[in-house]
Structures are given as C-alpha cells and as structure tokens.
C-alpha cells in the first residue's frame, strides 16, 4: 500500500452523520473511542484530506460494532455524502450534466461522474458500458473493503453514492449490484449499474 | 522516482524551465552544427567542437559532483543532463571529422553513434534507480533509434529496401513480444513504443513497395496482422489496446493503398477510396466492441480523423476554389468533392452517434482529450461538406458563381435548421459552419457588393429570429458582426445605402431593447455606430464633403444626446457614451483635419451648445464658446464674429436662465469679447500680451473687492482661478513663442506676488486655498524662466539654457525642504520643482546634440530628485531621478548616432529591472515585469522575425539572460519565465535556420552556457538564505 494513499474528509463526516441518525452524538463518541482516533472527530473541512489506515481503523471499529447493520449505514453513508455534493453543486458538474444531456441514456454520465470524482482517492475506478442498458464499474484496489475477508459483497458506500447522485442531479432511479468484491477474494470491485425508474 | 519533468516537479523547482531552455539551445547549436559538417565535412570548426567537447565533460563532472554532495540539486541535474543531451551530437562531430573509418560517411557515423546511445541508454535504464531521463523517454528512444539503425543500414551495409522492411518488421515484433512478456516499466509506454515501431515499419514496407515488389507487400500485410493480433492481446489495457487498435487501422489503410498502387490505379480512385474507407471506419466507431473487438471501435474513430485531416489537408488546392473566389479551378474537382463528401459524413456520423452514446473516458486527461477530439470532429465535418457542396455545385453546371449559391445555401440550411437538430448534433458547430458559409458567400460576392451585403443581411436575419425565439447569446453577437458585415460593405452617400443604414439603426437598436446588460451595452453601441454611418451618408447625399464630418459627428452627438434622454437603463448610459465619445471624435476631427472657417465654428458652435448640456463637463462648453469667439475673429469678416457672439449670447443666456449662474456667463462673455477684440487682425497673440495683463490687474481689483465686500465664493473662486490661468497662458504663450520678453516675465511675476497676497483662504471659498498655493508655484517657475531669459540674453547656449533651468531646480529644493511636509504650500512646491526638472528632461530633448550640458542638466536635474527622495524619503521620486539618467544615456546614444532601438529599449528596462530587484514598487511588480519582458525581449524578437538581422540575437540573447535572472531572483510567476524562454529558444531556433554560421553556434552555445551558471548563481544565494524566522511573503507582500 503506497504511503501517500489519503482520503477526503468529506467520506468520515458523512458516516458520522449516518451514525448520528442511528444513535446521536454519542454513538459517534464511542465508535471513535474504540477506533483509537478521537482527533478524526475535530475534522472541519470537507475537503481535508485523512489517511488512509486511519479511516481503515475507523471503518473496522464501525464494523465491529454495528455488525450486520453496517451496510445500511455504508449505504446511507454514501447518500449523504452525495446529498453534500449536491447542496454545493460545483460548476464542473453542471458541466458535466450539460455535456451528456443528449446521450441516449444517463448510465455513462453516471459512470463518468464516478471515474472523475475517484481522482486523487486511493484505488483506480473505470467504467464502461457493458451491453447498452448495463453499467459496470469496476473499482481496483478498491479503499472501501480493503483488508477485509467477507462471504457477501461489501461495497456499500460506493453503492449509495450511485444511487444518490443518480436520483439527485438526473432524476433516476438505479438499481446497483456488487457482482465482484475484493472482500469475497476478487482481484477487483465490480458494480453493476441499470436504470429501474426514471422519474 | 519522480521524473525531472513531471509538472509538479517544474512548479516546485522554478529554476527548471530556463535550464531545459538553455539545454535547448545548445542542442540546437550542437544539432545546426552537426548538420553544417554533415553537409560539408570542410566547415569543421576544431573550436566548436572542441567547446561542445569540453561543454559536455565539463557538465558531466559537475554534475555528477553536485548530485553526489546534493543528490536533489538542480544545478548538478541541469548539468549532468546537459551532457547527456549532447554526448551524441559530440560523438558525431568528432567522428565524422577526426576518426579514419566514419571520416565524411554521414550513415557510418549516425550507426556508430546510434550504436554507442543504444549501450549507454540500455545501461541507465539497468541502472533506473538513478535515471536521469524520465522513464518514457527509454522506450521511445529505443524504439526509434533501432528503427533508425535499421534504416541506415541501406547506406551503411546496402541492403534493398525490402530487406530493411522485413528487418524493421521483426524488429517492431521482437520489441512487441519483449514489451508483452516481460512488461518492462513502464508497459504502457513500451506497448506504445512497440505499436509505433510496428507502424514504421508499414511505412518503410510501403516505400519499399514502390516497386511492386510481393515481398515488399508481403511486409506490408504481414505487420497488419500482427498488429491485429497484438491489438487483441492487449485488450485488456484500454490505452495499450486502442495504440494497437489506431496501428493495426493504419496497417489495414496502408494494405488497401498498396493493392490500388498494385492495380494501377488512377489518382482519383485513392481519392474516393480513401473517402469511402474513412467512411466504413466511421461506422465502425459507433458500433460496440466486446471481447476481442474491444480495441478497435475507438481506434477506428482516431483514424477516421487523421484520414479526414489529411484529405483535406493534402487536397486543399483543389477545394479552395470551391469557396474562394481568389483561385482558379483545378484537375481531380470531381473526386475531391466525392472524396470530401465522404470524410465529412464520416466524421458527421461519429460526431452524431457520439452525443448520443458517449464515451467514458479512464482518467480527467482522457476525459478533456475526449471532449477536444469530439468537437474538433463536430466543428469539422459540416466545413467538409460545405466544401463538398460548393464542389458538388460546380460539378453539377448549377447556376454560377457555384461559390456564392452553394455556400449561401448551405449557410442558410445550417443557421435555419440547426437548431432543429440539436438532439442528434451540436448546434453550436452547425451554427459556426452557417455563419462561415455565409461569409465566404458574401466574399465570393465581393464583385457585386449589394449581393454580398444582402447575403450577409439574410444571415444577420435568421440569426436575430432564432435569437428572438430564444436561442444562445452567441446569435445575437453574430447577427451584430454579420450587420457590420452588410454595413461595411454599403457604398456610403448613395441613397440605396442611407435607407440600409437607416434601417439596419431602427433593427439593432430594437433588437439590443430586447437584451440584458452586456448584449444590450454591445448592441446600443452598434446601433449608434450604425447611425452614424447613417448620417455619414446623408450628409454626402446632400453633398457636403469630408470636410464637414467634425459638424457630422458634432450633430449626430446631439442625436446621441437626445436618446440618452429618451431612453432609460443601459440604453441611456451606452447613448450618454456615445455622445462623449462623438464629442471627443469631433474635436479631434477640428484638431487634425483642415477645415474651412464655417465648418469649424459651426462645429464648435454645436459642441460648446452640446458640452454646456452636460453635467461636470459644461466648464468645456464654455472653453468651446471662447475657442469659437477667436476663431471668428481671426477669420477676417465682421460678420462671421458677430454670428457666433450672438449665438454665444443665446446659448449663454439660456444657461443662465437654466442654472441661474447669470454672473459668472457675463463675466465670461466680456473678457472673451475682450480677447477677440485684442486678436482682431493686425494684432497677434503676443501683442496682445499686455491686454491680457491688464485682464489680470482686473481681476486682482476683483479679488480685492471680493476680500472687502465678501461676495459670494463662487464669484472669488472664478476670479482666482480665471487670473491663474491667464498667468499660466501667459507663460505659455513666451515660452512656445521662444521669446522670453524679460519685461512681461517681470510684470507677470509682479502681478503673481500681488494676486496671492489677495487670494484669501476663507473658509468659504472653495477654490482659493488651492489657487493661492498655484500661485506660489507659478511664481517660482516665472522666476526661474525668468533667469533663462537672463541668460540668453547674455548669450548663452541653447543647451547651457537648458543647464541653467536644471540649476534653478536645485535653488528650489531648499524653500522645499523647508516648508512642513503634507501642506499645501509643500505640494505647491514640489508641483513647481516637478514641472522645472521635468521640463529639464523635455528640453533636453528638444535641443539634443552632442553637448556635455544637456547630459549634465538631465544628471542634475535626477540629483535634485535623489536629494528630495533621501529628504522626504518617498521611493516614487527615485523613478524620477531614474528618468534624469535614462535621458542622459539615451541623449548620448542620439548623439553617437546609435540607431538600434534595443539600446534605448534596454536603457529604460535596465532601470525597471533595478526596481524589480530591489522590490520598491511592491503592487505593481508583475506590470513592471511584463513591460520589462515586452521591451526587453519581444522587441528584438520581432524585430529578429522581420528583419532576420543577427545583431537583434545577440541583443534578444543577452536580454534574455539578463530578464531570466531578474525574473527568478524576483521570484515572478512561471508564466513569466516560459515566455521569456519560449521567445529565446524560438528566436535562437531561428537563427540557426536562417543564419549559417559558426560563429551564431557559438554564441548560441554561450547563451545557454550563461543561463545555466546562472542558475547555480541563483541556487548558491537562495540556499545560502537563512530561512529559521523568515517571514514569507506572496506576491502581494503579505505575509503567509
């Protein structure tokens, strides 16, 4: 693992959201303290950048205390970081929805949106259609279920930013599978993108 | 390992760019020297080559020296790099020149030195861990020199040239094969390195083919299909894949072309071929690849493009008398059109199936290349079948000129159905395609003007119709210019072209109603221009010549006047410019355009009317009135005065009935009726001089009464400031006329003493404090005039004149000193000390020469400044002391008859790049810098590019040396560096080119010798700069 591998904060502050909507302050407070990484709880900025190993910490703290109930949280994690993103509404991405506001389907916008918002986080995010009505994106040494061994897929947050920023800025409803998880023993990430709803 | 020339390295490491410049040009002196003796082995120069030698020993040992102390210095870097960058054209020189077995053999010695780069570049790439290149650099490099070694081989060993095909063939495999199964770092770029192998060799298979030798062709196939197999193989990396992919189309290309060479066939045949491959190629783009066919989707749109561009490119003689009315036809019209037509649907088809399936590109960089080749690709293709139309027009016999219909039609199809289009093609680019269409129309109609002006209208039409309906704001800016296009194009004075204008006026200025802020502002603009082209022509209908155009724009600011009254928001403030503007544009027509006496009293006339309208500038009108009141008298005719007093009394009477300052109008109007009556003819201005001393007398009685009876302050205010400037008009009026009348300068300056002791600064008199104190200052310079009119009276020198008023400059600095800073009275003295030391440098100018008194009155003109800078210790006044200075050197340039701009250029740039050192001038440093560049080395660039004069390389060389040093030591933005850079190195790329001459070589060499040790220079001070508590500073001097 690279030594300069960070992330944004962006990611830590939306999970604390997602746990204060289960359990308050408090739970945060916990989760924190069981981690070992209390100074992550004074994170201001967005846009400040953690390492990785400690949002690993985190997130195994977090796995460990929330059990099955983790990929709900993941999920909702992703949601609110997207919903962030929304409110701040960078004009590069109003440029983006303006350049593909005539293709025939949003799937490659959505995949777009995904390869770009991945630079400068660690792992390597590509995407290409896979038949005309399917989205593959595939996340190598994906960050989110990086050191884990799972029998079920475990990419949750990236699963939740998907379907937010697809129901936030194009109005559609997506449905994502995991097909491939480094978690399960995979050599890469695999999510599968379709279009259930459009809104 | 971070590469030297990853960007973010370059940003870090400021001092990079200039040594990879200077490395540049000592490359390119090595290289222009390398060909001169390739050309001819006698012009050696054992001198060159002996410092290149040296240069390169040198750069090696240092380096290798620094990096070892430093591992991380630049200098050491730039060095060691320096001698790798030109070991091989060292290498080359010598053994061409000095070694018996490659003496004059040009091949023998380029394989001998490929062969020995081969081994050292092999070795550092070993040895990476310590690389001193970037490490794409190694897989292009042997990719291309083994090609290259392979080559030569037909000179050096005489091998046929099928045979080097076939070697070039399985070099490009084994690399292929070598680059796959070991994956040498880094595998992107040999995989690509390996595709652009392969490609030679189909280019060396093709040439070697022109003899229809199987063989050669069997090369030829050969190559595609290994290219098509590795592009499969390689699927799995898109970048890999796609080089393949684009290698392997190209392969295919080449094949079909071989086949038509193989059949003989006519020229056309590859025309339309081509066209209808690029085509095939297009539709191949929009299909899906899965799999194995992965690669080639992408790849095919690449080609598509590179075969669309070298249509048009390769073709463009044929189709530009399609649209250009400028050349006559040409052979091969048909299948060009064909041919055109083809690449344009070709390129229209993936520009459409794009915007409807886009791509995903892998990465922002290829997300931006994505977007830059797809709208070149959009903009593109409707400009092809533009052409193709007006060829297939022509081809067609459809009425001529083909090159005026065919393009108005298809412009017009664009603009008006391109909008409907949107969802399946950019409007924008149908929009561009239109617009241009129309345009060349329009040109091409250029025999028949009105022809042109109505094509040019029609589109201007169609455009604000589509704005209307609600299109981008880019419609209405083409429907202005293509307006001013019709417009220009009017034969103005004809009664056809008063209506146009009259009309197009009503339209754009309705239409710019319709826009916000900007659009509006622009279209108001046009409007009045339109207007004034309007009345331009109405007045020559009415035949009044060009001689009247001050009264034309003078009426048509009346006009421009009345609307801003008429109109409300951005209307009236753009119609309240254009009046000043019109105003301004008057005057200056009576300044510079000789008119008869009516044209410029009726000019004036309206003006003065105009100004005494205007809020803040009516003090002009009154000026104006006064202007025309002299002008009517010198004309000779009583009645002409008489006219224009009336008109003065009427205008001024309604003034007054309008602001009811009815005072100060009479007041006016009796000294200029004094004035007029005293420049009567028979009466010049100087005899003059006395009256309007005696005005002045008056107006002190005026001050007097002012001070007893406590009139109003507007009344003592006007008085004062009307005095003043009758001193100052005075002065003027000696000066100007070179007269220096001892007598009037002594009564001037007695009348000055008694006008400021009666100027009162009461506290309800506005003006009067600031007239008193330009009193004082007027005194003081009358009195120092007044001594160089002492002087020439005892027969002094013009120049030893200038001397004396330079000394009177010093006789004021004590009264300044003197006087408490920060007052009125300082600034009146130091408003005098400037008007005399500035004069100084202006009269020294005047009277030039080669006399030691005119450098000697600049000199102590610029002391006087110093000692007031060090006494008020103000950094602005060094400027003007510098002044003193440059005008002295640059006098004593005159005087030698040094007629190269640079040295004067370099005398003022000298100065500002002090000021840059030494950071005196803190907000405006990047102003001075980029006037410094601008000056310093731009101008001798462009003069190098227009005279090719080899005097301005050494002046734009020594420049650039002396700005790069300045700019990093002052620490200027990037930007700065790479234009002083780009500028050398491009300049002294030309010079190689243009001059053939050793002696350029090695100046070129000493150029970049001198940049890199100044680098270290640089370096040694910045690292030698304590840095434990320094405060840093950005670029506005704040600190971080």
Same mark, same amino acid.
């Given at each position: 693992?690279?030594?300069?591998?960070?992330?944004?904060?962006?990611?830590?502050?939306?999970?604390?959201? &997602?746990?204060?909507?289960?359990?308050?302050? *408090?739970?945060?407070?916990?989760?924190?303290?069981?981690?070992?990484?209390?100074?992550?709880?004074?994170? &201001? *900025?967005?846009?400040?950048?953690?390492?990785?190993?400690?949002?690993?910490?985190?997130?195994? *703290?977090?796995?460990?205390?929330?059990?099955?109930?983790?990929?709900?949280?993941?999920?909702?994690?992703?949601?609110?970081?997207?919903?962030?993103?929304?409110?701040?509404?960078?004009?590069?991405?109003?440029?983006?929805?303006?350049?593909?506001?005539?293709?025939?389907?949003?799937?490659?916008?959505?995949?777009?949106?995904?390869?770009? &918002?991945? &630079?400068?986080?660690?792992?390597?995010?590509? *995407?290409?259609?896979?038949?005309?009505?399917?989205?593959?994106?595939?996340?190598?040494?994906?960050?989110?279920?990086?050191?884990?061994?799972?029998?079920?897929?475990?990419?949750?947050?990236?699963?939740?930013?998907?379907?937010?920023?697809?129901?936030?800025?194009?109005?559609?409803?997506?449905?994502?599978?995991?097909?491939?998880?480094?978690?399960?023993?995979?050599?890469?990430?695999?999510?599968?993108?379709?279009?259930?709803?459009?809104? | 390992?971070?590469?030297?020339?990853?960007?973010?390295?370059?940003?870090?490491?400021?001092?990079?760019?200039?040594?990879?410049?200077?490395?540049?040009?000592?490359?390119?002196?090595?290289?222009?020297?390398?060909?001169?003796? @390739?050309?001819?082995?006698?012009?050696?120069?054992?001198?060159?080559?002996?410092?290149?030698?040296?240069?390169?020993?040198?750069?090696?040992?240092?380096?290798?020296?620094?990096?070892?102390?430093?591992?991380? @210095?630049?200098?050491?870097?730039?060095?060691?790099?320096?001698?790798?960058?030109?070991?091989?054209?060292? +290498?080359?020189?010598?053994?061409?020149? !000095?070694?018996?077995?490659?003496?004059?053999?040009?091949?023998?010695?380029?394989?001998?030195?490929?062969?020995?780069?081969?081994?050292?570049?092999?070795?550092?790439?070993?040895?990476?861990?310590?690389?001193?290149?970037?490490?794409?650099?190694?897989?292009?490099?042997?990719?291309?020199?083994?090609?290259?070694?392979?080559?030569?081989?037909?000179? #050096?060993?005489?091998? $046929?040239?099928?045979?080097?095909?076939?070697?070039?063939?399985?070099?490009?495999?084994?690399?292929?094969?070598?680059?796959?199964?070991?994956?040498?770092? $880094?595998?992107?770029?040999?995989?690509?390195?390996?595709?652009?192998?392969? #490609?030679?060799?189909?280019?060396?298979?093709?040439?070697?083919?022109?003899?229809?030798?199987?063989?050669?062709?069997?090369?030829?196939?050969?190559? #595609? =299909?290994?290219?098509?197999?590795?592009?499969?193989?390689?699927?799995?990396?898109?970048?890999?894949?796609?080089?393949?992919?684009?290698?392997?189309?190209?392969?295919?290309?080449?094949?079909?072309?071989?086949?038509?060479?193989?059949?003989?066939?006519?020229?056309?045949?590859?025309?339309?071929?081509?066209?209808?491959?690029?085509?095939?190629?297009?539709?191949?783009?929009?299909?899906?690849?899965?799999?194995? @066919?992965?690669?080639?989707?992408?790849?095919?749109?690449?080609?598509?493009?590179?075969?669309?561009?070298?249509?048009?490119?390769?073709?463009?003689?044929?189709?530009?008398?399609?649209?250009?009315?400028?050349?006559?036809?040409?052979?091969?019209?048909?299948?060009?059109?064909?041919?055109?037509?083809?690449?344009?649907?070709?390129?229209?088809?993936?520009?459409?199936?794009?915007?409807?399936?886009?791509?995903?590109?892998?990465?922002?960089?290829?997300?931006?290349?994505?977007?830059?080749?797809?709208?070149?690709?959009?903009?593109?293709?409707?400009?092809?079948?533009?052409?193709?139309?007006?060829?297939?027009?022509?081809?067609?016999?459809?009425?001529?000129?083909?090159?005026?219909?065919?393009?108005?039609?298809?412009?017009?199809?664009?603009?008006?159905?391109?909008?409907?289009?949107?969802?399946?093609?950019?409007?924008?680019?149908?929009?561009?395609?239109?617009?241009?269409?129309?345009?060349?129309?329009?040109?091409?109609?250029?025999?028949?003007?009105?022809?042109?002006?109505?094509?040019?209208?029609?589109?201007?039409?169609?455009?604000?119709?589509?704005?209307?309906?609600? /299109?981008?704001?880019?419609?209405?800016?083409?429907?202005?210019?293509?307006?001013?296009?019709?417009?220009?194009?009017?034969?103005?004075?004809?009664?056809?072209? #008063?209506?146009?204008?009259?009309?197009?006026?009503?339209?754009?200025?309705?239409?710019?109603?319709?826009?916000?802020?900007?659009?509006?502002?622009?279209?108001?603009?046009?409007?009045?221009?339109?207007?004034?082209? =309007?009345?331009?022509?109405?007045?020559?209908?009415?035949?009044?010549?060009?001689?009247?155009?001050?009264?034309?724009?003078?009426?048509?600011?009346?006009?421009?006047?009345?609307?801003?009254?008429?109109?409300?928001?951005?209307?009236?403030?753009? @119609?309240?410019?254009?009046?000043?503007?019109?105003?301004?544009?008057?005057?200056?027509?009576?300044?510079?355009?000789?008119?008869?006496?009516?044209?410029?009293?009726?000019?004036?006339?309206?003006?003065? /009317?105009?100004?005494?309208?205007?809020?803040?500038?009516?003090?002009?009108?009154?000026?104006?009135?006064?202007?025309?009141?002299?002008?009517?008298?010198?004309?000779?005719?009583?009645?002409?005065?008489?006219?224009?007093?009336?008109?003065?009394?009427?205008?001024?009477?309604?003034?007054?009935?309008?602001?009811?300052?009815?005072?100060?109008?009479?007041?006016?109007?009796?000294?200029?009726?004094?004035?007029?009556?005293?420049?009567? $003819?028979?009466?010049?201005?100087?005899?003059?001089?006395?009256?309007?001393?005696?005005?002045?007398?008056?107006?002190?009685?005026?001050?007097?009464?002012?001070?007893?009876?406590?009139?109003?302050?507007?009344?003592?205010?006007?008085?004062?400031?009307?005095?003043?400037?009758?001193?100052?008009?005075?002065?003027?009026?000696?000066?100007?006329?070179?007269?220096?009348?001892?007598?009037?300068?002594?009564?001037?300056?007695?009348?000055?003493?008694?006008?400021?002791?009666?100027?009162?600064?009461?506290?309800?008199?506005?003006?009067? $404090?600031?007239?008193?104190?330009?009193?004082?200052?007027?005194?003081?310079?009358?009195?120092?005039?007044? +001594?160089?009119?002492?002087?020439?009276?005892?027969?002094?020198?013009?120049?030893?004149?200038?001397?004396?008023?330079?000394?009177?400059?010093?006789?004021?600095?004590?009264?300044?000193?003197?006087?408490?800073?920060?007052?009125?009275?300082?600034?009146?003295? /130091?408003?005098?000390?400037?008007?005399?030391?500035?004069?100084?440098?202006?009269?020294?100018?005047?009277?030039?020469?080669?006399?030691?008194?005119?450098?000697?009155?600049?000199?102590?003109?610029?002391?006087?400044?110093?000692?007031?800078?060090?006494?008020?210790?103000?950094?602005?006044?060094?400027? =003007?002391?510098?002044?003193?200075?440059?005008?002295?050197?640059?006098?004593?340039?005159?005087?030698?008859?040094?007629?190269?701009?640079?040295?004067?250029?370099?005398?003022?740039?000298?100065?500002?790049?002090?000021?840059?050192?030494?950071?005196?001038?803190?907000?405006?440093?990047?102003?001075?810098?980029?006037?410094?560049?601008?000056?310093?080395?731009?101008?001798?660039? !462009?003069?190098?590019?227009?005279?090719?004069?080899?005097?301005?390389?050494?002046?734009?060389?020594?420049?650039?040396?002396?700005?790069?040093?300045?700019?990093?030591?002052?620490?200027?933005?990037?930007?700065?560096?790479?234009?002083?850079? /780009?500028?050398?190195?491009?300049?002294?790329? =030309?010079?190689?080119?243009?001059?053939?001459?050793?002696?350029?070589?090695?100046?070129?060499?000493?150029?970049?010798?001198?940049?890199?040790?100044?680098?270290?220079?640089?370096?040694?001070?910045?690292?030698?700069?304590?840095?434990?508590?320094?405060?840093?500073?950005?670029?506005?001097?704040?600190?971080?």
């Amino acid at each position: 693992m690279p030594e300069s591998e960070s992330l944004q904060a962006a990611l830590v502050l939306a999970g604390f959201d &997602a746990l204060r909507m289960i359990g308050g302050d *408090a739970l945060v407070q916990i989760l924190l303290l069981q981690a070992g990484e209390q100074d992550l709880e004074n994170l &201001a *900025a967005s846009d400040a950048r953690i390492p990785i190993e400690q949002y690993l910490r985190y997130r195994d *703290a977090a796995l460990d205390f929330l059990g099955d109930s983790f990929a709900t949280t993941a999920f909702q994690t992703g949601k609110i970081l997207v919903r962030k993103l929304e409110k701040e509404r960078p004009p590069q991405m109003t440029w983006l929805l303006d350049q593909y506001k005539h293709a025939a389907n949003q799937l490659p916008l959505i995949g777009q949106a995904a390869v770009l &918002a991945s &630079a400068g986080n660690p792992g390597k995010v590509t *995407a290409k259609m896979k038949t005309k009505d399917v989205l593959l994106i595939t996340i190598e040494r994906c960050p989110e279920c990086r050191g884990l061994e799972r029998f079920k897929p475990f990419c949750n947050i990236n699963q939740g930013v998907i379907s937010e920023f697809a129901h936030l800025f194009l109005n559609l409803g997506v449905s994502t599978k995991e097909t491939r998880c480094m978690a399960m023993g995979h050599d890469r990430c695999e999510i599968e993108v379709v279009v259930e709803e459009v809104r | 390992m971070a590469s030297a020339v990853d960007p973010s390295v370059v940003a870090r490491e400021p001092r990079l760019l200039p040594g990879f410049t200077a490395i540049g040009i000592i490359v390119l002196a090595a290289i222009a020297y390398s060909i001169r003796v @390739s050309i001819n082995p006698a012009a050696g120069q054992d001198l060159l080559t002996f410092t290149f030698i040296v240069a390169n020993v040198v750069g090696w040992l240092l380096g290798a020296i620094l990096r070892n102390r430093h591992p991380k @210095s630049t200098l050491g870097f730039l060095l060691v790099l320096l001698g790798d960058a030109i070991f091989p054209l060292n +290498l080359y020189a010598p053994l061409l020149l !000095y070694i018996p077995i490659t003496h004059g053999n040009v091949p023998n010695t380029a394989t001998g030195v490929i062969l020995v780069g081969l081994t050292y570049h092999l070795w550092n790439y070993w040895n990476r861990s310590t690389a001193r290149f970037a490490l794409p650099f190694y897989s292009y490099f042997f990719a291309l020199a083994g090609v290259a070694g392979i080559v030569l081989t037909q000179f #050096t060993v005489g091998l $046929p040239m099928w045979t080097v095909a076939w070697l070039v063939l399985l070099y490009g495999l084994a690399f292929n094969e070598m680059s796959f199964r070991l994956r040498p770092e $880094p595998a992107v770029h040999f995989a690509i390195a390996a595709a652009t192998i392969m #490609t030679a060799s189909l280019v060396v298979s093709a040439l070697a083919y022109r003899d229809r030798q199987p063989i050669a062709l069997a090369a030829l196939i050969g190559g #595609t =299909f290994i290219l098509i197999f590795s592009a499969i193989r390689e699927r799995a990396d898109e970048a890999m894949s796609r080089a393949h992919g684009m290698a392997a189309w190209l392969g295919v290309t080449f094949t079909f072309t071989a086949l038509l060479y193989a059949f003989h066939s006519p020229l056309w045949v590859y025309l339309v071929a081509t066209g209808a491959w690029t085509l095939v190629l297009a539709i191949v783009s929009t299909r899906q690849g899965h799999g194995w @066919s992965e690669p080639f989707p992408e790849s095919a749109w690449w080609t598509a493009m590179v075969l669309a561009a070298a249509l048009a490119g390769v073709l463009w003689h044929v189709w530009l008398p399609f649209v250009m009315r400028t050349m006559s036809g040409r052979p091969l019209a048909e299948a060009t059109t064909v041919a055109l037509l083809q690449a344009g649907l070709a390129l229209a088809i993936v520009s459409s199936w794009r915007r409807r399936y886009p791509q995903i590109a892998a990465t922002m960089e290829g997300f931006v290349a994505n977007n830059v080749l797809l709208r070149l690709t959009s903009y593109t293709a409707p400009l092809l079948l533009i052409i193709a139309v007006a060829g297939t027009w022509t081809v067609l016999h459809a009425p001529s000129p083909a090159n005026v219909y065919a393009t108005l039609t298809a412009g017009t199809l664009l603009l008006i159905f391109g909008p409907a289009l949107t969802r399946h093609y950019p409007t924008e680019a149908l929009d561009f395609a239109g617009v241009l269409a129309m345009v060349f129309s329009a040109f091409n109609a250029l025999e028949s003007a009105w022809l042109s002006a109505m094509v040019l209208f029609g589109a201007a039409a169609i455009l604000l119709v589509r704005r209307l309906r609600g /299109a981008t704001w880019w419609t209405f800016v083409a429907f202005l210019a293509l307006t001013a296009g019709g417009l220009a194009l009017q034969p103005i004075g004809s009664a056809r072209a #008063t209506v146009v204008c009259l009309a197009a006026t009503v339209v754009v200025a309705w239409a710019s109603g319709r826009e916000a802020k900007a659009l509006a502002r622009t279209g108001f603009w046009s409007a009045q221009a339109a207007g004034l082209l =309007f009345w331009f022509s109405l007045a020559a209908l009415l035949s009044l010549g060009r001689s009247w155009d001050a009264v034309v724009l003078a009426t048509w600011a009346w006009v421009a006047f009345i609307a801003s009254r008429l109109m409300r928001g951005v209307g009236a403030s753009t @119609s309240l410019h254009a009046c000043l503007a019109l105003v301004a544009a008057s005057a200056v027509m009576l300044l510079t355009r000789p008119a008869g006496a009516p044209v410029l009293l009726i000019a004036l006339l309206i003006l003065a /009317a105009l100004l005494l309208e205007l809020r803040h500038l009516h003090y002009a009108g009154f000026a104006l009135l006064a202007v025309a009141i002299v002008e009517a008298s010198t004309v000779g005719e009583s009645t002409w005065l008489i006219l224009v007093l009336a008109f003065c009394a009427a205008v001024l009477l309604w003034r007054s009935l309008a602001s009811g300052s009815s005072f100060a109008h009479l007041l006016f109007i009796a000294t200029a009726g004094a004035c007029a009556y005293l420049s009567m $003819p028979g009466r010049g201005p100087l005899q003059a001089m006395p009256i309007a001393l005696l005005v002045i007398l008056l107006c002190v009685v005026e001050l007097v009464s002012t001070r007893i009876s406590k009139r109003s302050a507007f009344h003592a205010d006007v008085t004062s400031v009307v005095s003043l400037l009758l001193v100052i008009a005075i002065v003027t009026a000696e000066v100007v006329s070179v007269r220096f009348s001892l007598v009037v300068l002594g009564t001037l300056l007695v009348a000055v003493f008694a006008i400021r002791y009666w100027i009162v600064a009461a506290e309800h008199h506005r003006v009067q $404090p600031l007239a008193h104190a330009l009193t004082r200052a007027f005194g003081m310079i009358i009195g120092a005039i007044a +001594l160089v009119a002492l002087g020439r009276q005892a027969g002094l020198s013009a120049s030893q004149q200038v001397f004396t008023l330079s000394v009177t400059a010093w006789m004021l600095l004590p009264l300044l000193l003197r006087t408490p800073r920060r007052t009125v009275a300082s600034w009146a003295v /130091a408003v005098a000390l400037h008007i005399l030391a500035l004069g100084v440098y202006a009269a020294a100018f005047f009277v030039r020469g080669d006399d030691p008194f005119l450098f000697a009155a600049c000199l102590v003109a610029s002391g006087a400044y110093l000692v007031w800078r060090s006494a008020w210790n103000v950094a602005a006044l060094e400027h =003007f002391a510098a002044a003193g200075v440059v005008s002295a050197i640059c006098l004593w340039g005159w005087a030698q008859g040094i007629a190269w701009p640079e040295y004067y250029i370099f005398t003022v740039c000298a100065y500002l790049s002090v000021v840059l050192l030494r950071r005196t001038a803190p907000r405006i440093e990047n102003a001075i810098a980029l006037v410094v560049i601008a000056a310093a080395v731009a101008y001798p660039y !462009y003069a190098l590019l227009r005279t090719t004069q080899r005097e301005h390389l050494a002046f734009l060389a020594g420049a650039s040396v002396v700005i790069i040093h300045v700019l990093l030591q002052s620490r200027r933005h990037a930007v700065m560096v790479v234009t002083v850079c /780009a500028m050398l190195g491009l300049g002294m790329l =030309f010079g190689a080119v243009v001059h053939d001459d050793v002696r350029l070589n090695l100046l070129m060499a000493l150029v970049g010798f001198v940049v890199i040790a100044d680098l270290g220079l640089i370096g040694i001070r910045s690292d030698r700069r304590t840095r434990v508590g320094e405060i840093e500073y950005d670029h506005n001097r704040v600190t971080r």
